[in-house]
C-alpha cells in the first residue's frame, strides 16, 4: 500500500519544490506544462515507487508516460548499463556498435520477417519523422493519412500530423495531412453504437483516400491506442478492416507502437499483434530502454532503402541507450511481464468499473494491458468533459500518495499506465486511494 513516508538519501538538498519550479518557469519554455497545482520533483525511485524532494512515496502509476517499462531503479536493467558506460559511452554510427546490432536483431525477431530494416533515433518524434522521409520519398507524395485525435511528435512535420489543437503549434508543415474520423466509441463521430455501427470509422479512410487525396498518398500512421488522446480504443476488427482497405489502395501503414510496444498491451509485444494487422513501418520509443532516451523504427526493406542520400544519427543506437534496451527486454521476458500486464490490467479495468458504479463523473474505462484510462465527465448524458475535475482528482491522488496521468483533447481523461511490474494488492491500493480522491472531490 502506498504511503506518505519519509525516507532520506545522501545529497538530498530537501524539498525545494517551490524553488524549483520559480527556477523553471525563470529558464525553460513557458510551453512545457507540469502536472499538479503544487509541482513536484521525482527525486527517486524504486520498482513501482517514487519519492519526491520531501522523501514522500508514490505509487507510481504513470511510469513517465508509459516509458519506465520495468519499474525504477532495477539492478538487472541499471548494473549492464553501468558497466556499458565504466567500457564506451559513445562512438557514432559510424562505427560498429554490437549492441545495436543486436538490439535490431532482436526487435526484428519480434516482428513479422516481411520488417526487416532497423534505424535508431533518440526519440518517438524523430522516429515517426524517419517514418514519414521513407514512407514520402518512397511514394513520391507528401500526403499522409491520419486520425483525429492522434499524436505523433512535437516537430515540424508530426505536429501536423497530430489531430489534436491544444498539441498543434504550427501548420506550416512538409506534410499535407487528411484527417480520418477516429475509432472513439465512448464519442463516435457519427454517433453510432459498436458493432451496429458496421465500423464506419475504418471505411472513413477509404473515403477519404479517394475523395480528399490525390489518391496517392504516401502512408497511413496511426496509434494501435491512442496516447496523449486518451488512450482511445479501436474495437477489435478496426485495423483489419483499415489494412484491407489501404492493400486496395496500395498504401503503406506505419504503426506508431511509442505508447503501445515492449507488452504493455498485455496481449502481445505490440499493438498491431493484438489487432492482427501487419504494417509496412512499426515506429517505437518510450519504454524500450526504460527511460535511457531511444527511438527508431523498424520497415520493410523496400521502404528503407528509399533513403538513398546519406544518413545518420550521431546518437542513435548510441551504446547505452542500446545496452540499457537490450537488458529491458530481457527483463520483461525473463519476469513474464507481458503476461502480468494482461492480468494485471485486466483486474485494474474491473477495479476501475466498480469505481464508476460510485462515481457519476466517471464516463469511461477503457483500455488494454496496463494502458488504462478513465474519461470524466460533468453528466453521463451529455458526456461533456470535466477537466478542472479530472485535474482536481489527479491533484487528491497525489496526496494520498498516488501518480495518475492526465490527458485527452479536453484533459478530462485520467492515464493509467504503471511500470509492468504492478500487482494486483498495487492495484488495490490506487484504486482505493482513487476512490478517496473521487469522493473528495465531487463532495
Ligand atoms: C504515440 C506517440 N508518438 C510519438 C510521440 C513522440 O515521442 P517523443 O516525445 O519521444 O518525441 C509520443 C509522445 O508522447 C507518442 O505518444
Redesign the pocket.
Known sequence: MASLETGTFEDDPGDDSVELLRRHRESLFPSVGLFYDEPIELRRGEGQFVYDGAGRQYLDFFGG?ATVSSGHAIPEINDPIKAQLDRITHSSTLFLIRSQIELAERIKAMTPPHLSRVFFTN??????EAAFLITTLNRESNEIVALRH?????SFA?INASGQTPWRSSTLSPLHVHYVGNPYCYRCPWEKTYPSCDLLCARDVGAVIETTTSGNPAAFIA?PI???GGFITPPPEYFQEVQAILRRHGVPFIA?E??TGWGRLGAADFGFQAYGVEPDVV?F??GLANGIPI?GLIATDELATAIRSLSLSTFGGNPIATTAALANLNYIATHNLRDNARRTGGYLIERLWELASRHQVIGDVRGMGLLVAIELVRDRRSKEPAPDLTSRVQDAAKERGLIVGRGGLHGNVLRICPPLIVTAADVDAATTILDAAFSVVMR
Not at 492522434?150 to 512535437?154: E, K, M, N, Q, W
Open positions: 508516460i526519440s518517438g518524434t524523430e522516429a515517426n492522434s499524436y505523433h511528435g512535437r508530426t496509434e491512442q496516447g496523449v506508431d511509442v505508447q515506429v520509443a518510450k527511438g
